[in-house]
């Protein structure tokens, strides 16, 4: 590890403190280096394989969640949703993304993760995304939509919540 301070590539840089963050995702060292003696700190990762994501018009890009994100918060900007709650609905949407262990996935197939966290979150965001990403051309596509919902809301239960009811 280089230090940050004198450039030392030293070997005997040793850890001081390792510390697991909160989702268990990256692991925080502090180091002292062996050649100035100052303490720094690294973060580690797994890298994961890149997931590339097949586009409607035949292209492919690596996925990103980034752009998940801003899909997400302009379908609910001035909705009662906070920054905290759009990221993680986006960590678990790549979570099911990645966790299907494919190196390819379809552009539909994220849209329509996207859709049902959005359906059972806020239905103005929901038609606000869906109005773009199914390309709605006149007012019936907003009813047809509306309706779909609605009645969605109205025959389907409630899903359970995970570890609910297991006691």
Known sequence: MRCPFCGSHDDRNRVIDSRSSEDGATIRRRRACAGCGRRFTTFERVEEAPVLVLKRDGSKEQFDLGKLVAGLEKACKNRPISRSHIMEIASDIEETVRGRGQREVESQEVGIELLNALRELDPVAYMRF????????????????????????????????????SR
């Open 130 to 165: 869906a109005s773009v990403y199914k390309d709605f051309q006149d007012p019936a596509d907003f009813e047809r939509e509306l309706e779909s919902l609605d009645s969605l809301h109205k025959t389907t239960p409630p899903k359970p919540r995970a570890g609910a009811g």
